[in-house]
T-cell receptor, first 115, second 115 residues
Framework: AQKVTQAQTEISVVEKEDVTLDCVYE???????LFWYKQPPSGELVFLIR??????QNEISGRYSWNFQKSTSSFNFTITASQVVDSAVYFC????????????FGKGTRLSVIA | DGGITQSPKYLFRKEGQNVTLSCEQN?????MYWYRQDPGQGLRLIYY???????QKGDIAEGYSVSREKKESFPLTVTSAQKNPTAFYLC??????????????FGPGTRLTVL
C-alpha cells in the first residue's frame, strides 16, 4: 500500500523567512511519481511539481525548491524568502506507474506567513 | 478559457435527500476523478473514470454514485446512504497519454453541508 506522511500539521513563519515542508512516502513500486499541490483559501488545488522516481535531481523554480531523496523516501519542499501570498495548505501526493491511477495524498501542512 | 468547473460552489442538503454535484471540463482530458476533503484531512478518492461509460470505485465510494455519459462531464450524486456527507468535494481531470501518470488538475470545489 502507498502512504504519504506530512508530519507538520501547521507552520507559522514571519515574512522573508525560509521554510521547509516535509514529505515522507511509502511505496513498493519501483517506479512512482510524487507531486506537490498548493491549496489557497479559495479551495482549489494548484499543481506545483511532479517528479518521477528515477529523477533525483533537486529542482528550483523561483523561490520554490524541492529536495528528493530516495534513500530516506522524502520529497521536501522549501520556500525561500516567504511571502504572505504563500499562506496556504500544501499537499504532497504519490502515485504508481500502473496507468493513470489516482493520487494518494498526505494530510497537508498549513503554512501561515505573517507580515 | 480551458479549465474545470464545478457547480454549485455551496450546497445545502437536508438529511435524506440525494444531491448531485456537477463537474465539467473543456480540457479534452480523458480521465476524471472525485475526491472528498474533510477538515484537517488530505483528499480521499471517491470515484474515478478513465473513459466514457466506465468508472471505478475509490477508497470511500459507499453512499456515492457517478456517471460518465460524456467525456467532458462527470457528475457525482451524494445519496441518502452517505451517513456523513458534509465535506468539501473536489473534481479533477488528467490526460491519458504516454507512460506513467499524468498530472491531475483540479476544479474549484463544492462545499456540501447537511442541515
Amino acid at each position: 500500500a502507498q502512504k504519504v506522511t506530512q508530519a507538520q500539521t501547521e507552520i507559522s513563519v514571519v515574512e522573508k523567512e525560509d521554510v521547509t515542508l516535509d514529505c515522507v512516502y511509502e511505496t513498493r513500486d519501483t517506479t512512482y511519481y510524487l507531486f506537490w499541490y498548493k491549496q489557497p483559501p479559495s479551495g482549489e488545488l494548484v499543481f506545483l511539481i511532479r517528479r518521477n522516481s528515477f529523477d533525483e535531481q533537486n529542482e528550483i523554480s523561483g523561490r520554490y525548491s524541492w529536495n528528493f531523496q530516495k534513500s530516506t523516501s522524502s520529497f521536501n519542499f522549501t520556500i525561500t524568502a516567504s511571502q504572505v501570498v504563500d499562506s496556504a495548505v500544501y499537499f504532497c501526493a504519490l502515485t504508481g506507474n500502473s496507468g493513470n491511477t489516482p493520487l494518494v495524498f498526505g494530510k497537508g501542512t498549513r503554512l501561515s506567513v505573517i507580515a | 478559457d480551458g479549465g474545470i468547473t464545478q457547480s454549485p460552489k455551496y450546497l445545502f442538503r437536508k438529511e435524506g435527500q440525494n444531491v448531485t454535484l456537477s463537474c465539467e471540463q473543456n480540457l479534452n482530458h480523458d480521465a476524471m476523478y472525485w475526491y472528498r476533503q474533510d477538515p484537517g484531512q488530505g483528499l480521499r478518492l471517491i470515484y474515478y473514470s478513465q473513459i466514457v461509460n466506465d468508472f471505478q470505485k475509490g477508497d470511500i465510494a459507499e453512499g456515492y454514485s457517478v456517471s460518465r455519459e460524456k467525456k467532458e462531464s462527470f457528475p457525482l450524486t451524494v445519496t441518502s446512504a452517505q451517513k456523513n456527507p458534509t465535506a468539501f468535494y473536489l473534481c479533477a481531470s488528467s490526460i491519458l497519454a504516454g507512460a506513467g501518470p499524468n498530472t491531475q488538475y483540479f476544479g474549484p470545489g463544492t462545499r456540501l453541508t447537511v442541515l
